[in-house]
């Protein structure tokens, strides 16, 4: 049974930075690699990152210089580090393991 766990959100003010972790059991994140997605009520969800089982990395244009994807295969856990926040980087945090898998979710909040 696969179940990916995600952690690391939080309340963080503008210009802060926060790291999120997605821990994988049931699959092998290093062969499927891992995409991080963000979602806001009302609103489609919107693909963040992605790292390739080839350890590539891809940005959405909204984030690129300020995140960072990751990934620890000892740990079997991918990471998405957060930098330079803004307001509008507020959302739900899903990681998804780019098969039919997601996290639950984690709540990201950039405020003053």
């Known amino acids: 049974q696969v179940q990916l766990v995600e952690s690391g959100g939080g309340l963080v003010q503008p210009g802060g930075s926060l790291r999120l972790s997605c821990a994988a059991s049931g699959t092998i994140l290093s062969s499927s690699g891992m995409t991080w997605y963000r979602q806001v009520p009302g609103k489609q969800r919107e693909l963040v990152a992605i790292i390739t089982s080839g350890g590539r990395s891809i940005y959405a244009d909204s984030v690129k210089g300020r995140f960072a994807i990751s990934r620890d295969n000892a740990k079997n856990t991918a990471y998405l580090q957060m930098d330079s926040l803004k307001p509008e980087d507020t959302a739900v945090y899903y990681c998804?393991?780019?098969?039919?898998?997601w996290g639950q979710g984690t709540q990201v909040t950039v405020s003053s």
């Open positions: 998804y393991d780019n098969s039919e898998h």
